[in-house]
Structure formats: C-alpha cells, structure tokens
C-alpha cells in the first residue's frame, strides 16, 4: 500500500476546494464554451446544413465516448508517481487542448463545403481525444483527494462553482460580444475562445499545485496486468454505478438539447438574443444560493433523495409551461431561475454520487479501479452529448429553421418553445425516476458503505 506522491501530503483544506473548482472551470472554459456556441458558429457563420452538423457531432462524439474507457484503462494502469497518479496527465494535456479549443473556431467559410465539413471533423476529433486526457484523470482526482464523506460532498459542491462561475460569465458576455445588430460576428467567435482557452490553461494548472492525492489504495503488483474483461463485468454489476449512469444520461440529453435551444429561443422567439445576458447577470444570485443550500441539504436529507425532490418540481414546472407559453423574455427568466434552483443538486452532486459508485465497486470487489470506473461514467456522458448535439441540430431542421433567413417565422418560432419546455420536462422527470429506482445509495446506505470501507483499509494498513 502507498500514498501517490510518496511525500508527506498536507491535510485536506481550502486549497484543495478552490482548486479543484479551478479545475472545473478550466475544463469548461473550453468544453462549455464549445458547447454552447460551436453549433452556432457552424450554422450561422460556416453556414453548414444543421443536419450536416448532427450527423458530423453523432459520429464524432460516439467515437470520443467509446475514447473514454481506453483513456480511464491506461490511467488506471500506471503506477502513481512523485507528483501523484492523475495530476501529471492534467499538467501535460491541458496546453494541446486550449489550442484546439482555439482552432475549431477558425472561420473556415471561405473554402469549399465539402473541404468546411472535412475541416470541422477533423478539429472536432483531435479536441475531444485530448479533452479526455484531462477531464477523465480530472474527474477521478476527486475520489483520491479524500474519503470523507463531508469533504467529498464539498469538492462536488466546489467543483459545480466552478461551471457556474463560467456559466454566469459567457451567458452575460457572449451574446453581449459575439453578435452585433443581433447577427453574430465571425471574428468574435475565436477571440472569444482564445481567451477562454488561456483562461482554462491556467486554471488547470493551479490545479496541478493545489489539489493533492492523499487517500491510500492498493497499488496492482508491478507486472501484474489490469484484467479489463472481468472489470467490464464488475461494473456492470455496479448498481451504483449504473443508477447513476442512467440518470445522467437521460437529465443530459434533456438539458444539452435545451442548452443547445437556448440562443435560438432568445434570438428567435423572444425576438432579443442580448436579453439573454440577463440571465447571466441573475445567475450570480442563484449561484451563491445553491453554493449555500446544498451542503445543508445534502447532509439533511442525503445526495439520492435532494436530487429526486428538486429535479422532480423542475419538470413538473416546464410541463406546466409547455401548455402555457409565456411571451416575456423576463418572466421566463425568473421561473427558470427557481427552476435552476430545484434541479441544481442533480448538477451539483453528481460528482460526488460517482465517488460514491467508486466506492461501491471496491466494496463489492476488493479493488479500486478508480479510472476505468469514472471513464465509464463519462463513456455515458459523453454518449449523452453526442446523442444531445445530434439531436438539437436535428430539431432545428426538423422545426424547419432557415439558417440563411434573418428573422424566422412564427411558425418557427411557437415550436422552438413547445420543443424546449417538453424536452426540459422529459428530460429531469425521466432522470429522477432512474434514479430513485435504480440508484442503491441513499443517506443511510452511503454512510454504512464508508464505515466499512474506512474498516478495511485500517485492517489491511495494520498487516
């Protein structure tokens, strides 16, 4: 048995927290940003056919999925080092992704449409490759920064400080800067995701320095190999695991295809894509409230059970709100507010309920596997953003939008509202019923998994 870093390791502490929501925000500052605006930047400043681009982002985001478990193998598969077992792959493949981020954002509408599409693949392949060399070692840190249950809950909590502190940035900024006259500017575009690509290169290595690997594990033999096969069947017997999967998958699709909505709802149906800054502006205060209510909550009624309450009223309100439209751009930002409010702990703790299903899988099989364990968790999220990319590009096309028309019809217009509220409402209310349903790991159960854990490392630390 031993400590990653081989060194004395100081204790569990704020340095760790705000690093680690450092990460995230490193990480979203090119994976969100693209999310949100490389689909906008493809249609209407590449002009490339939206069905073109749903069928380009399914292919390209399926392979990147099926990427994840070959990453998380190879992670798990090298020994820990001086500086840890997942920090040096942040460290190094933090820079070649900030330069892809940059690179997909290249006005390439000059050049022939086939040689455009060609282009679009072959940025968009090589970004989500070198993207998973830092989120899948970035996303399993957690799980060997601590095994506090408190502390584990704080890190899911930090580490959703840092998405919304970008979230409240580009929403304000990006349809402030990137459009003029409210038509989009192909310039802005790369200017924007260059610096937001420095911006993430940087947080990430503070990351690097802050956050440290601290809770013993068995190391695998020297020469001993990862048997992938009988791993692929402990998982599949990981019901935590596979609750967890299952809510995400379905809460992502529902929320990136609404995402993915957002700017045509504002531009198209409320008739002003810079109102929508407003929101951004609003979700400072919905960010400091859910910052702090959802550690009290999830102390009080457990990560399982507070998911299922607030997502639940969440959908039941967009279902409301599919039946009865509402007109100002306002009023729908504030209902959306407190809606965010009620589906924030399916965000926010998510992270720590994949802790969790790590833990479950070394309590039923003895061993942590804590890399092939998480990329198949992200395997699903993933599998959710290619199903979600596809999926927006293909109802704009379907709801009959015109990428060359300044001004959509009305027709166009009711539908991209009727198509985002049902979506919302699918999306949250499905996820919560997988999750109640499948999810093993409520308050009580979550406590007792630890403790016995807790006692086994003690036993084996005394052989």
């Not at 009023?331 to 965000?347: D, E, H, R, T």
Request: glycine residues 8%; aromatic residues 12%; positive net charge.
């Amino acid at each position: 048995m031993s400590t990653p870093p081989n060194t004395p390791v100081r204790k569990f502490n704020m340095l760790d927290k705000l690093g680690y929501t450092l990460g995230d925000l490193g990480c979203c500052c090119t994976e969100q940003f693209r999310a949100m605006y490389l689909t906008v930047f493809y249609t209407l400043i590449l002009k490339v056919n939206p069905v073109h681009i749903g069928i380009l982002m399914l292919i390209t985001k399926i392979w990147d999925a099926v990427n994840d478990p070959i990453i998380g193998a190879i992670v798990d598969s090298r020994r820990a080092g001086p500086k840890g077992k997942f920090i040096p792959w942040i460290r190094a493949f933090s820079f070649p992704m900030a330069v892809l981020c940059v690179l997909g954002f290249v006005n390439v509408s000059n050049l022939a449409y086939g040689l455009r599409l060609a282009y679009m693949f072959i940025t968009y392949v090589l970004y989500e490759a070198i993207y998973t060399c830092v989120n899948v070692p970035f996303g399993t840190l957690s799980s060997v920064m601590t095994d506090e249950v408190k502390h584990r809950t704080a890190l899911s909590r930090y580490r959703s400080m840092g998405g919304t502190i970008f979230m409240t940035v580009i929403v304000f900024v990006g349809p402030m800067f990137l459009y003029v006259d409210n038509q989009p500017v192909a310039g802005r575009f790369l200017m924007l995701a260059a610096i937001f690509a420095l911006i993430g290169l940087l947080c990430l290595q503070i990351t690097c320095v802050w956050c440290k690997e601290r809770v013993q594990v068995v190391e695998r033999p020297k020469g001993e190999k990862l048997n992938y096969g009988k791993v692929i069947k402990e998982i599949a017997r990981n019901r935590a695991l596979l609750g967890v999967m299952l809510f995400s998958l379905i809460g992502m699709i529902g929320a990136s295809i609404v995402n993915g909505l957002n700017t045509y709802l504002y531009k198209d149906y409320f008739g002003n894509v810079k109102i929508q800054a407003i929101s951004g502006m609003l979700s400072v205060l919905y960010a400091i409230i859910v910052f702090a209510m959802t550690q009290p909550l999830a102390n009080k009624l457990g990560k399982k059970e507070w998911c299922c309450y607030g997502a639940g009223f969440a959908a039941l309100v967009f279902l409301v709100l599919h039946f009865f439209p509402l007109r100002s751009a306002m009023v729908f930002i504030i209902v959306n507010g407190i809606c965010y409010l009620g589906a924030s702990g399916m965000q926010v703790l998510v992270w720590a309920m994949v802790n969790d299903a790590i833990d479950y899988h070394e309590l039923q099989t003895g061993e942590r596997n804590e890399g092939i364990v998480y990329s198949s968790y992200s395997f699903i999220r993933k599998l959710a953003s290619a199903v979600s990319s596809s999926l927006s590009s293909f109802a704009l096309a379907i709801i009959g939008y015109d990428v060359n028309a300044a001004v959509q019809t009305e027709a166009v217009a009711s539908s991209i509202w009727k198509g985002y509220t049902l979506i919302y409402a699918l999306g949250y209310g499905l996820a919560v019923l997988a999750l109640a349903l499948l999810y093993p790991l409520g308050k009580k159960k979550t406590a007792e998994m630890l403790d016995e854990l807790k006692a086994r490392r003690a036993a084996r630390a005394q052989e």
